[in-house]
Nanobody, 124 residues
C-alpha cells in the first residue's frame, strides 16, 4: 500500500506564508512527478504547480512568483512554499504523485496517487 500524507495547511492573513508538505510512504520504488492541486468551494480542482523527477517545474499563472514547489527525492517528500497569500488562494490543497511500485510478477508499474487534502484559508 502506498500513501501520500499532506501537512502544513492552516489559516493565515493576506500576505502571509504557509509551507505544505507531502510524504510518500509504503511499498514503492520511487516517486516520479509530484504536483499540487487545489479546489475552492464550488470550483473545479486546478493544477497549482508540478515538479518532475528531474526538478523541472511548472506553475499556474495565478501563483507564479509567489509559490515555489520543491522536492527531496531521498525523503520521498514534496513541498509547496506559499508566500504573499491572497484570499483567492483559499482552497483545499491536494498532493498528487506518480509513483513506481513493484508487482508480484517482478515487473513494475506507475500509479497515480492523491493525498487526503489540507485546508488553506487566507482571511483577515
Amino acid at each position: 500500500q502506498v500513501q501520500l500524507v499532506e501537512s502544513g495547511g492552516g489559516s493565515v492573513q493576506p500576505g502571509g506564508s504557509l509551507r505544505l508538505s507531502c510524504v510518500a510512504s509504503g511499498t514503492l520504488l520511487s516517486v516520479d512527478a509530484m504536483s499540487w492541486y487545489r479546489q475552492a468551494p464550488g470550483k473545479q480542482r486546478e493544477l497549482v504547480a508540478s515538479i518532475t523527477s528531474g526538478f523541472r517545474t511548472n506553475y499556474a499563472d495565478s501563483v507564479k512568483g509567489r509559490f515555489t514547489i520543491s522536492r527531496d527525492t531521498a525523503q520521498k517528500t514534496g513541498y509547496l512554499q506559499m508566500n504573499s497569500l491572497r484570499p483567492e488562494d483559499t482552497a483545499v490543497y491536494y498532493c498528487n504523485a506518480k509513483i513506481i511500485v513493484p508487482l508480484s510478477s517482478g515487473l513494475v508499474e506507475t500509479n497515480d496517487y492523491w493525498g487526503q487534502g489540507t485546508q488553506v484559508t487566507v482571511s483577515s
